[in-house]
């Protein structure tokens, strides 16, 4: 079985939901607790699809909350140059929440995975029964990739947006880690209280 501390999950916020994720953690939009001020850096189209797109056991996409298996995604490509309508973002105020999921099956939590983009209709969805399988489920290799355009593999993209769905609030002792784009940053997050030797300045998880 594949060592699950070591299978990370990153979940992208803005550097202004820091304060109210370090008291409840990452919430759902319908949490008691969920933040009134959440700062959304994500595509809005995209998320009104996810509130309305069913899956196979008749939940609601965006009813979950959606880690990613690694940095440097397409959406964050997206958040950072402004596209599909969404307003840029300065990388300096975009924080990577990291966790793994050994951190979500200590905390009992319940979780669904899949092996591609959550509404990418080649997509397929698993769930706890199959995390012992996770490393030929996921591509890995594909999460990795620096690139995502590649014209001999027109399914990278869709694989390297594998995506980790928590149906509950996420505690926020289970984020193990920070990661931010510079010492600015990082020097923001300090001020909230976080150690320093959780937070990890890394420039290459942005664009």
């Given at each position: 079985m594949a060592d699950l501390s070591k299978i990370y999950l990153f979940r992208m916020t803005h550097i202004e939901n820091i304060p109210h994720i370090?008291?409840?953690?990452?919430?759902?939009?319908?949490s008691k607790n969920k933040n009134p001020s959440y700062k959304t850096i994500g595509d809005t189209s995209l998320i009104s699809t996810r509130d309305l797109f069913s899956l196979p056991d008749k939940t609601v996409l965006g009813d979950y909350i959606p880690f990613y298996f690694g940095p440097r995604m397409p959406m964050l490509y997206v958040m950072q140059k402004g596209y599909n309508g969404v307003v840029a973002t300065n990388p300096e105020d975009i924080v990577y929440c990291i966790s793994s999921i050994q951190k979500i099956t200590d905390y009992n939590l319940k979780y669904l995975f899949t092996d591609g983009?959550?509404?990418?209709?080649?997509?397929?969805?698993?769930?706890?029964?199959?995390?012992?399988?996770?490393?030929?489920?996921?591509?890995?290799?594909?999460?990795?990739?620096?690139?995502?355009?590649?014209?001999?593999?027109?399914?990278?993209?869709?694989?390297?947006?594998?995506?980790?769905?928590?149906?509950?609030?996420?505690?926020?002792?289970?984020?193990?880690?920070?990661?931010?784009?510079?010492?600015?940053?990082?020097?923001?997050?300090?001020?909230?209280?976080?150690?320093?030797?959780?937070?990890?300045?890394?420039?290459?998880?942005?664009?």
């Open positions: 370090l008291q409840y953690g990452i919430t759902h939009i319908n983009h959550a509404v990418d209709s080649y997509s397929s969805y698993f769930d706890s029964n199959d995390i012992v399988n996770i490393k030929t489920i996921v591509d890995f290799q594909a999460v990795k990739a620096t690139y995502w355009r590649d014209d001999s593999d027109l399914d990278l993209k869709r694989r390297k947006e594998a995506e980790f769905l928590l149906s509950q609030d996420f505690p926020p002792d289970a984020i193990i880690g920070y990661c931010v784009y510079n010492d600015t940053t990082k020097k923001q997050l300090l001020s909230y209280g976080i150690d320093s030797n959780k937070i990890q300045v890394k420039p290459d998880y942005y664009f």
